[in-house]
């Protein structure tokens, strides 16, 4: 049997296979955040499809950490009861869940909460909105809306948890000397800039307790001058390892680095090379022992085999293809290893900024 296909354990929590649905935004949650029919639905068909772990959409802690509209919420209470549906179902589907909570900071769309947007250095924006530089205090309180949002998930069903550290928002934002020009004690060196992900860390452990699995998404680089560093990274990660995070995943680039979005466009007919961070990953495998998930550009099956065979990650993590197939694990562990449908031309984001949710529009042209 493949290694894709074994059992394996992050901290207490058994996954039948090293597939990972990386988180996505899928535009489906209500006006104000809550959940609803239509993403049980999404999550269900993942785990229904084979998916060993499904990482949901980005969920915001705050109000004023909300990065755009259809974006599901976790700062209060009131959102538990459609949250407990979500893992209720995917459990009975047999899957495994956890929710990626986050904070927008200076990418936050201060049009749905009406407050400042804050971040870890005076900032403007991609909108021309200015973001300003949060004090000690906002600093603490963000850190323990993290740790609140952990134990709702938790409250709520969820297998785990996983930071957004990735993509240019506040954590990374920390992370990162692009945005982050502070000269106390969470700027400057990047054990200081890593301050802010540790106490977060720290949060939901006191929340949670040790048992519960924390993980954390992370920028392997920004392909910025004056951004992040692949070395930088790594030791961001170590420092988060010793801190007692769980497992990293590995993603890279911003809204600003435009080449190497996350979501980048496949050029059809060019052969568009997978595995965007393949090096970055061989180099935090030397330096870094907990479980590695790898996101970015994957999209063939002896490309998922190889990278873990030979040790490059521990999981394998997509986005965009399972918005075109929910049903590719099953696919390819029924024998049938064709490469990935999705052609990567973004359509599907379309879709959920017009309101209509996230989907592939080529298969529903092709179904036409």
Same mark, same amino acid.
């Not at 956890?98 to 947007?117: P, T, V």
């Not at 106490?199 to 949670?208: L, N």
């Given at each position: ?12 929590? #058994?996954?039948?296979?090293?597939? #990972?649905? =990386? @988180? ?25 499809? &084979? ?30 009861? &459609?949250?407990?549906? $979500? ?7 047999? &899957?495994?869940?956890?929710? %990626? ?46 740790? %609140? ?23 990374? %934002? ?9 000269? /106390?004690?969470?700027?400057? !060196? ?6 802010? @992900? ?14 519960? !699995? ?18 930088? $990274? ?15 995943? $590995? ?27 393949? /090096? ?10 907990? !479980? ?9 099956? &002896? ?30 562990? =029924? ?34």
């Amino acid at each position: 049997m493949s290694k894709l296909f074994e059992p394996t354990t992050i901290k207490n929590m #058994v996954l039948a296979n090293r597939f #990972v649905r =990386s @988180a996505t935004w899928e535009g489906l949650a209500a006006e104000d955040g809550s959940c609803t029919p239509a993403l049980i639905d999404t999550v269900v068909q993942l785990a229904r499809g &084979g998916v060993g772990l499904i990482i949901t959409g980005h969920t915001f802690v705050r109000k004023d950490g909300r990065a755009g509209p259809w974006q599901m919420a976790i700062y209060d209470d009131a959102f538990l009861p &459609g949250l407990i549906e $979500m893992t209720n179902a995917v459990h009975e589907a047999g &899957g495994k869940i956890i929710m %990626q909570i986050s904070h927008a900071g200076c990418r936050a769309a201060a049009r749905f909460s009406g407050l400042q947007l804050v971040g870890p250095s005076r900032f403007e924006n991609e909108r021309g909105v200015t973001c300003l530089e949060m004090a000690h205090a906002d600093i603490e309180a963000v850190t323990a809306s993290f740790g %609140q949002a952990a134990l709702r998930a938790r409250e709520a069903g969820f297998d785990g948890v996983q930071i957004h550290g990735a993509h240019g928002y506040l954590i990374d %934002q920390f992370l990162s000397p692009f945005y982050n020009k502070r000269t /106390d004690g969470y700027g400057g !060196p990047v054990e200081h800039r890593t301050r802010v @992900a540790l106490d977060v860390v720290k949060s939901i452990r006191t929340a949670v307790g040790e048992d519960f !699995p924390v993980l954390i998404k992370m920028t392997s680089e920004d392909f910025l001058d004056g951004g992040l560093t692949v070395g930088e $990274m790594i030791e961001s990660s170590h420092i988060l390892e010793q801190g007692g995070i769980d497992a990293i995943e $590995m993603s890279g680039g911003n809204v600003y680095s435009a080449d190497y979005s996350p979501f980048r466009r496949a050029k059809q007919g060019a052969g568009e090379q997978e595995v965007y961070y393949r /090096d970055a990953a061989r180099r935090f495998k030397e330096k870094v022992r907990v !479980p590695l998930i790898l996101v970015g550009g994957i999209r063939s099956y &002896g490309v998922a085999k190889q990278l873990v065979s030979e040790g490059v990650t521990d999981y394998v993590a997509m986005s965009r293809p399972f918005i075109r197939e929910p049903g590719l694990v099953n696919r390819w562990r =029924s024998g049938d290893t064709r490469k990935a449908f999705c052609v990567s031309d973004n359509g599907c984001v379309k879709t959920a900024l017009l309101g209509e949710g996230i989907r592939c529009v080529v298969a529903e042209k092709q179904k036409g």
